[in-house]
């Protein structure tokens, strides 16, 4: 499916692409969704959060309120121009929150595309909060543009809650590279981020994967801790490996994914992707 209008015009989706909740097994594959949101600070009608698929909650940046839901399949989608320029609401490619009393939740979000994510509010290329036991695995993401230094910074996977254990994060591949207006210091944007140092990767893990953001860029690190706009920096892949107990991200690397452009996210053949 074709979901969304061909540039941000009058006829472009305000809320969600696609969306669903209190739902199991769902399989949500080779759609693409596009031109989600807004560029300018014109009227929004329905669901004010901009998220390309949805699944468990439209809601990102006031607060999360997960549903029940189960072992959905988010799998082979390309998700792009999810914006809110104006910067009041979210802009997220992917989100996830879902919970399962008792046992895992067992969501797969796989082999996506997810490009041009961006908002002065909350922004991610993948979001999730809830249950335990998800797969994030085999994305690429690239993140760009220009952020005021008011956002709360673009996240390459955000990961929002302590409850979010046992995930596997494995196999991704982030790229970022945005500008800020003002000059503050503070660091902003990061590949990844975990609620906290103690977080409980039980069976679940992360590594295989690559966080790229090019060296001159001051204002992006490969992870962070923390559930704010502050979060704990770590700029370099064996500081952030040594956040964990047991360590995380051990065959993880950090160089330029070298894709063929900004919206075609296939490896050149001299990808450290191919065979990484």
Known sequence: NLIGSDSFNSDRISGPGIFVEYQNKCVIES???RFIGRMTSDPVTGISEKIGISVGTPFWHVGISKTFGTNNVISGNYVHDILDEPGSSSAVGIAVATFNTGSSTGNTI?????YNVRSLAL???IAHAGGYGDRIVFNSINLYGSLGLSSEGAHGIRIF???????????NS???DFT??????????YCITL???TYNWGTGGCNYNDYYFPPANLKIRIGGIGTSSLFTPYSTMPSWRFVFTPMQDLLSFSDD?????ATYLFPLSSSPLLGG
């Open 31 to 33: 759609n693409e969704v």
């Open 180 to 189: 800020y207006t003002g000059t503050s210091s503070i660091l902003r944007s």
């Open 110 to 114: 796989s082999n996506n595309v997810i």
């Open 195 to 197: 609620p906290s140092a």
């Open 257 to 261: 994914p070298k894709y063929i452009s």
């Open 174 to 176: 982030i790229q970022l």
């Open 161 to 171: 809650e302590t409850s979010d254990s046992a995930l596997v994060i494995k196999n």
């Open 123 to 125: 922004c991610a290329g």
